[in-house]
């Protein structure tokens, strides 16, 4: 088992930036990867990006490539996404979750530890 804590939603104004972070307790947080989903209203959750175990690895959906990076701190317990350059459709809460493969995945399916999610906001 592994609990997952977000933090670090906001409301920002587009072209602004915000830092998520994601605590993690419970069993050994290098034993998993870790990913960003997000909900906006009405729509599917979707993947964001996703991060190896050892952080060696990444993915990115394409609509966040090049503005979003994740990365982890394994003596921290914690996993962060940087959001950079934030337009108003990646308006959403986000959700960070956690799996046991040993490569970073984009399916929710493979992800059977889910935190509560933070909102974020972007105006235009």
């Known amino acids: 088992q592994v609990q997952l804590v977000e933090s670090g939603g906001g409301l920002v104004r587009a072209g602004d930036s915000l830092r998520l972070s994601c605590a993690a307790s419970?069993?050994?947080?290098?034993?998993?990867?870790m990913s960003w989903f997000r909900q906006a209203p009405g729509k599917e959750r979707e993947f964001v990006a996703a991060i190896r175990r050892s952080g060696s690895m990444t993915l990115y959906a394409d609509s966040v490539k090049g503005r979003f990076l994740i990365s982890r701190d394994n003596t921290k317990n914690t996993v962060y996404l940087q959001m950079n350059s934030l337009k108003p459709e990646d308006t959403a809460v986000y959700y960070c979750?956690?799996?046991?493969?040993?490569?970073?995945?984009?399916?929710?399916?493979?992800?059977?530890?889910w935190g509560q999610g933070t909102q974020v906001t972007v105006s235009s």
């Open positions: 979750a956690a799996s046991a493969t040993i490569s970073p995945r984009p399916n929710r399916d493979d992800y059977p530890y």
């Open positions: 419970g069993r050994t947080f290098s034993t998993f990867s």
